[in-house]
């Protein structure tokens, strides 16, 4: 779009108007402009005003002019916790589930991420990228711009650095934000059950030098019956000492010590937190963090919904992401997550907007996710409604029509 100007008129409202950041209680107080026309020069918003001080000059100095015919405009959504890198889908678990079945038991039977990463290595790196580059136009086409990817199906050394390898490739073939996040510890493969420590050293010592210039983020699973505090706590400071920064899945089966793994390393995200306490709220506060809450894994496993009002009430932030992936969260439409966070877990519609958005950004350490002069020029454009309470409100409804990334027609 280098040097070419594109103004859009008869935006029938603009939500999300405001600088992007960090903010306690989803206190966000974006704006909005109704009637309103947005310039955009070289993928980036010059001007935003209402149609009627729409400038003629603007109209002779348009390359491009786009009437959207009183659809409304919001930021494209910020998905800050996905396992899009996998091979196959897991429906045969969800069965079991069904009948009854934990997922610790599923796992204990050769399921879950075991299976995944069996099928990982055996599947082609043609057929692993095709798979995420189509799950990544699905995403998009539900509004969805920027995208954090996390590995894990790998397991062994060797796979997970051909899996951020072939997230380096995905990044390069797709017009979505991409961050890369090497889930260094996500289950113990089969092969070190009596030598846990030795995959612990192999992991500090191989994997992680191996994919440091090619990653974001290093993350752990510190989960009972996964890694203990101890465990991920030796791999996120080596990853720390390589100049990577961390995240951690954290309290999602119960309370084990993830929350004071990650402040132990400043981790950038804690991610899941199902579970939580008084102690735990201020753990939470005593660094610069953003809680990331996947209400799809509680409604999918039929488990306990993060806390989410808790959290907002206690001065902390939230962002709010899909955890798509084949075992506990197959779906990436953050419409629904936005219903689920209204229905399930307390929030308002525009705490879940908020979360959806700027606190996405944050926890990915991306720009977007709001719509300011002078920012990029990415967003969805979306059937016209009463409020914006009426998108979490039509569950599973997808009001998209178009979607812009860097001010370039992407759906």
Not at 139 to 150: C, F, P, Q, S
Not at 205 to 218: G, H, I, K, Q, S
Not at 231 to 249: C, N, P, T, Y
Not at 374 to 389: K, N
Request: contains cysteine; hydrophobic residues 45%.
């Amino acid at each position: 779009m280098a040097g070419r100007t594109q103004l859009f008129i008869r935006i029938g409202r603009i939500v999300g108007i405001g600088q992007p950041g960090w903010y306690g209680g989803n206190r966000w107080s974006f704006g909005t402009v109704a009637n309103a026309y947005m310039l955009v020069r070289d993928g980036r918003i010059c001007r935003i005003g209402t149609m009627d001080t729409l400038m003629q000059s603007l109209l002779v100095e348009a390359d491009e002019i786009i009437d959207l015919g009183g659809r409304w405009v919001l930021p494209g959504f910020c998905d800050a916790h996905t396992h899009l890198l996998f091979p196959a889908t897991r429906e045969e678990e969800w069965l079991m589930r069904l009948r009854g079945y934990t997922y610790q038991e599923i796992a204990r039977r050769g399921g879950g991420i075991l299976a995944s990463a069996q099928r990982f290595a055996e599947s082609s790196d043609e057929a692993l990228i095709e798979g995420v580059l189509a799950r990544l136009d699905h995403l998009v086409r539900m509004g969805t711009t920027a995208v954090e990817i996390k590995t894990g199906y790998g397991l062994t050394v060797d796979q997970e650095i051909r899996a951020v390898r072939l997230l380096a490739r995905v990044r390069e073939q797709t017009r979505l934000t991409v961050r890369i996040t090497v889930q260094a510890l996500h289950a113990l493969p089969v092969e070190y059950r009596d030598a846990r420590q030795r995959y612990i050293r192999a992991v500090c010592e191989e994997l992680l030098p191996a994919v440091r210039d090619y990653v974001d983020f290093c993350d752990v699973f510190c989960e009972e019956g996964f890694f203990t505090p101890e465990e991920s706590l030796e791999v996120l400071e080596r990853a720390v000492q390589l100049g990577m920064r961390v995240k951690v899945h954290a309290h999602q089966f119960g309370r084990t010590g993830g929350i004071e793994v990650a402040r132990a390393v400043q981790a950038v995200s804690v991610d899941h937190l199902e579970h939580l306490d008084e102690e735990d709220l201020v753990v939470l506060r005593s660094w610069r963090t953003m809680p990331v809450v996947l209400p799809g894994s509680s409604f999918f496993l039929r488990k306990p919904f993060s806390p989410a009002r808790r959290l907002l009430d206690s001065g902390l932030p939230v962002a709010l992401a899909s955890d798509w992936n084949p075992g506990t969260a197959p779906s990436g439409n953050l419409y629904f997550i936005w219903h689920l966070a209204c229905a399930y877990m307390g929030m308002t519609p525009e705490e879940a907007f908020t979360g959806l958005t700027v606190h996405g950004a944050v926890a990915m350490d991306i720009e977007g996710g709001a719509l300011y002069e002078g920012g990029v020029a990415t967003f969805q454009v979306v059937e016209p409604v009463q409020s914006l309470a009426v998108y979490p409100y039509e569950f599973g409804h997808i009001p998209v029509r178009q979607v812009y990334i860097g001010g370039e027609r992407v759906v």
